[in-house]
């Protein structure tokens, strides 16, 4: 359950929904083997970031949250989207 508080948990089983998922953001270790795993199967060279999101404009297959800390510089030799810390 995202929500931890006593208050939100009763609103929610109160109106019969279930709560929100929380998508975690990725530590710097599990983004790098995310790309990695993702690059082993597709073909890429054009990313996008929108906001915390980024996209691989190429194939429009796949995208994945990347923290608010983070700003694409653009991309390596083999395609990878090249991130900076922004903080």
Not at 32 to 38: I, M, P, R
Request: glycine letters at 8%.
């Amino acid at each position: 359950m995202a929500y931890k508080s006593k208050t939100s948990k009763e609103w929610f089983e109160r109106n019969g929904v279930e709560p929100p998922e929380v998508v975690q953001h990725y530590s710097d270790e599990e983004l790098a083997k995310k790309l990695q795993e993702q690059s082993e199967n597709t073909v890429h060279g054009d990313w996008l970031q929108i906001g915390n999101t980024l996209h691989c404009r190429k194939c429009n297959n796949h995208g994945f949250l990347i923290g608010t800390d983070k700003i694409l510089k653009g991309t390596d030799d083999k395609g990878l989207p090249i991130l900076d810390n922004i903080v």
